[in-house]
Protein backbone atom coordinates (compact mmCIF):
# COMPACT_ATOMS: atom_id res chain seq x y z
CA UNK A 1 0.00 0.00 0.00
CA UNK A 2 0.82 3.50 -0.40
CA UNK A 3 1.28 6.38 2.25
CA UNK A 4 0.65 9.87 1.38
CA UNK A 5 1.81 12.91 2.92
CA UNK A 6 0.46 16.17 1.83
CA UNK A 7 1.99 19.60 2.34
CA UNK A 8 2.62 23.09 1.56
CA UNK A 9 -0.46 24.55 2.94
CA UNK A 10 -0.76 28.01 5.20
CA UNK A 11 -2.60 30.76 5.01
CA UNK A 12 -2.43 33.37 1.82
CA UNK A 13 -4.06 36.68 0.96
CA UNK A 14 -6.89 36.66 -1.71
CA UNK A 15 -5.56 36.41 -5.53
CA UNK A 16 -2.34 34.77 -4.18
CA UNK A 17 -0.92 31.53 -5.03
CA UNK A 18 0.20 28.42 -3.06
CA UNK A 19 1.56 24.83 -4.28
CA UNK A 20 0.30 21.72 -2.29
CA UNK A 21 2.82 19.00 -2.28
CA UNK A 22 1.83 15.23 -1.74
CA UNK A 23 4.56 12.74 -1.01
CA UNK A 24 4.34 8.60 -1.56
CA UNK A 25 6.28 6.00 0.30
CA UNK A 26 5.78 2.85 0.55
CA UNK A 27 5.03 1.61 -3.70
CA UNK A 28 5.83 4.02 -6.48
CA UNK A 29 3.00 6.74 -7.19
CA UNK A 30 2.74 5.98 -10.61
CA UNK A 31 0.99 2.48 -9.53
CA UNK A 32 -1.89 4.74 -8.94
CA UNK A 33 -4.05 7.78 -10.61
CA UNK A 34 -4.46 10.97 -8.39
CA UNK A 35 -6.72 12.80 -6.76
CA UNK A 36 -7.18 16.27 -4.65
CA UNK A 37 -10.37 16.60 -2.46
CA UNK A 38 -10.77 19.80 0.00
CA UNK A 39 -13.33 19.74 3.11
CA UNK A 40 -13.98 23.03 4.64
CA UNK A 41 -16.18 23.31 7.77
CA UNK A 42 -19.15 21.89 7.91
CA UNK A 43 -19.27 20.71 4.20
CA UNK A 44 -18.52 17.44 2.61
CA UNK A 45 -15.63 16.55 1.03
CA UNK A 46 -15.36 17.45 -2.58
CA UNK A 47 -13.09 16.85 -5.52
CA UNK A 48 -10.99 19.28 -6.97
CA UNK A 49 -8.18 18.05 -9.26
CA UNK A 50 -6.76 14.17 -10.72
CA UNK A 51 -4.52 12.86 -12.84
CA UNK A 52 -3.71 10.20 -14.31
CA UNK A 53 -1.16 7.71 -13.82
CA UNK A 54 0.80 9.00 -16.81
CA UNK A 55 0.43 12.49 -16.05
CA UNK A 56 -1.36 13.24 -19.34
CA UNK A 57 -5.06 13.33 -18.38
CA UNK A 58 -6.19 15.91 -16.15
CA UNK A 59 -9.45 16.91 -14.93
CA UNK A 60 -10.93 19.45 -12.49
CA UNK A 61 -13.99 20.37 -11.07
CA UNK A 62 -15.65 23.60 -12.43
CA UNK A 63 -14.91 25.82 -9.30
CA UNK A 64 -10.85 25.00 -10.07
CA UNK A 65 -10.50 24.60 -13.64
CA UNK A 66 -7.94 27.43 -15.34
CA UNK A 67 -7.09 28.66 -11.42
CA UNK A 68 -5.59 25.15 -10.38
CA UNK A 69 -3.05 22.70 -11.74
CA UNK A 70 -2.84 19.42 -10.81
CA UNK A 71 0.90 17.52 -11.75
CA UNK A 72 2.98 15.04 -10.92
CA UNK A 73 6.54 13.65 -11.10
CA UNK A 74 6.49 9.98 -11.00
CA UNK A 75 10.51 10.05 -11.00
CA UNK A 76 9.94 11.82 -7.12
CA UNK A 77 6.87 10.39 -5.91
CA UNK A 78 5.22 12.94 -6.12
CA UNK A 79 1.97 14.79 -7.11
CA UNK A 80 1.27 18.72 -7.22
CA UNK A 81 -1.08 21.08 -7.19
CA UNK A 82 -0.51 24.38 -8.07
CA UNK A 83 -3.33 27.08 -7.06
CA UNK A 84 -3.79 30.22 -8.19
CA UNK A 85 -6.54 33.23 -7.78
CA UNK A 86 -7.05 32.28 -4.13
CA UNK A 87 -10.16 33.05 -3.35
CA UNK A 88 -12.03 32.54 0.55
CA UNK A 89 -14.54 30.00 -0.59
CA UNK A 90 -10.91 28.02 -1.56
CA UNK A 91 -10.44 27.69 2.40
CA UNK A 92 -10.12 23.57 3.49
CA UNK A 93 -8.61 21.42 4.43
CA UNK A 94 -6.52 19.82 1.29
CA UNK A 95 -6.41 15.80 0.52
CA UNK A 96 -4.55 13.65 -1.50
CA UNK A 97 -6.12 10.22 -2.41
CA UNK A 98 -4.48 7.81 -4.78
CA UNK A 99 -6.54 4.71 -6.59
CA UNK A 100 -4.24 1.62 -7.76
CA UNK A 101 -5.33 1.01 -11.56
CA UNK A 102 -4.25 -0.29 -14.77
CA UNK A 103 -5.24 2.42 -16.65
CA UNK A 104 -2.68 4.79 -17.17
CA UNK A 105 -4.64 7.63 -18.98
CA UNK A 106 -8.17 7.32 -16.39
CA UNK A 107 -8.68 10.12 -14.16
CA UNK A 108 -11.91 9.85 -11.63
CA UNK A 109 -13.22 12.84 -9.35
CA UNK A 110 -15.32 9.73 -7.05
CA UNK A 111 -13.97 10.30 -3.78
CA UNK A 112 -15.10 7.00 -3.07
CA UNK A 113 -13.13 5.52 -5.71
CA UNK A 114 -9.53 6.26 -4.00
CA UNK A 115 -8.13 3.69 -1.12
CA UNK A 116 -5.90 5.67 -0.19
CA UNK A 117 -5.73 9.26 1.81
CA UNK A 118 -3.38 11.78 3.20
CA UNK A 119 -3.46 13.38 6.50
CA UNK A 120 -4.37 16.55 5.09
CA UNK A 121 -3.12 20.07 4.88
CA UNK A 122 -4.85 23.48 5.97
CA UNK A 123 -5.00 26.11 3.20
CA UNK A 124 -6.53 29.01 5.03
CA UNK A 125 -7.62 32.47 2.40
CA UNK A 126 -7.91 35.50 4.13
CA UNK A 127 -10.60 38.26 2.11
Known amino acids: QVQLVESGGGLVQAGDSLRLSCAAS????????MGWFRQAPGKEREFVAA????????YYAVSVKVRFTVSRDNAKNTVYLQMSSLKPEDAAVYYCAADRTFSSGSCSSLLHGYDYWGQGTQVTVSS
Open 26 to 33: GRTVNSYR
Open 51 to 58: ISRSGGNT
